[in-house]
């Protein structure tokens, strides 16, 4: 009796301190992850994942990855921008759902649902070389709804939420309005962003032009062309 306890207390000793050294080490594995991560924090380059990590490990619920500025194609004065007009559709439509992910180890891309508030016009889709998987999330689209991908924006990565701005196209608003210039795939109901930012223009609630975007010059296009007018833009576009 007294050999079996003695056995199970050596056993239950062994245990114990195998649990103590691989805790140990473990904390030990951690430390050096930890400072790893701070040293690449210092050279600004953790990839989006590891500010994840660090975040965790700091505690924090919330995350800003460093920003970016994509190339975009541009109209170069209201004449251009006007004679363009007519080739790609116009949409005023609004932001009804989002969907954020992380497409590669430094770059979010999120994906907005549109619900049509009005057609301005229509025109065939341009061909697309850009390759769309729909998120699972955002596949039940009705018929006045259509979709549209873009870099940056939020996602949540293992209970973090990380924001990534485009410094180029501002991060959509729900339930803001916005005049969109597309190319739109009927069949897929995918639009790309005709012009970059030039493609996006926000809009009153009331659908009037909001005069903090007279820089835009698609509204300079439009006041200059069609008198200000959403409706004057669509029978002008349709003659």
Do not use: C
């Not at 301190?17 to 701070?38: V, Y």
């Not at 460093?66 to 170069?76: K, M, V």
């Not at 962003?193 to 009037?208: E, F, K, M, R, T």
């Amino acid at each position: 009796m007294k050999t079996k306890l003695l056995i199970i207390l050596v056993f239950v000793l062994v245990v114990t301190a195998i649990g103590i050294k691989t805790a140990s080490q473990n904390r030990s594995q951690a430390g050096r992850q930890l400072k790893e991560l701070e040293e690449k924090e210092k050279r600004d380059s953790l990839t989006i994942e590891e500010r994840v990590d660090l975040a965790k490990t700091r505690g924090k619920k919330q995350v800003t990855a460093p920003s970016f500025a994509s190339l975009q194609p541009g109209a170069q004065s209201l004449e251009e921008l006007e004679m363009l007009l007519p080739q790609y559709s116009i949409i005023l439509a609004e932001v009804v759902d989002e969907f954020g992910y992380l497409r590669d180890p430094g770059r979010i891309m999120s994906w907005y649902k549109f619900r049509t508030i009005d057609v301005i016009s229509q025109a065939p889709p341009r061909q697309s070389f850009v390759e769309r998987q729909i998120p699972d999330q955002l596949r039940q689209l009705r018929d006045d709804e259509f979709l549209i991908a873009a870099d940056g924006g939020i996602a949540i990565l293992d209970g973090v939420e990380v924001t990534q701005h485009d410094a180029t196209i501002p991060r959509f608003k729900k339930s803001q309005k916005y005049l969109l210039l597309l190319s739109l795939n009927p069949a897929t109901r995918i639009a790309e962003l005709a012009l970059g930012p030039q493609s996006i223009l926000p809009v009153n609630a009331d659908h009037s032009f909001d005069k903090r975007m007279n820089p835009h010059l698609l509204q300079q296009t439009i006041v200059k062309f069609h008198n200000g007018s959403m409706d004057q833009l669509k029978r002008n576009i349709h003659k």
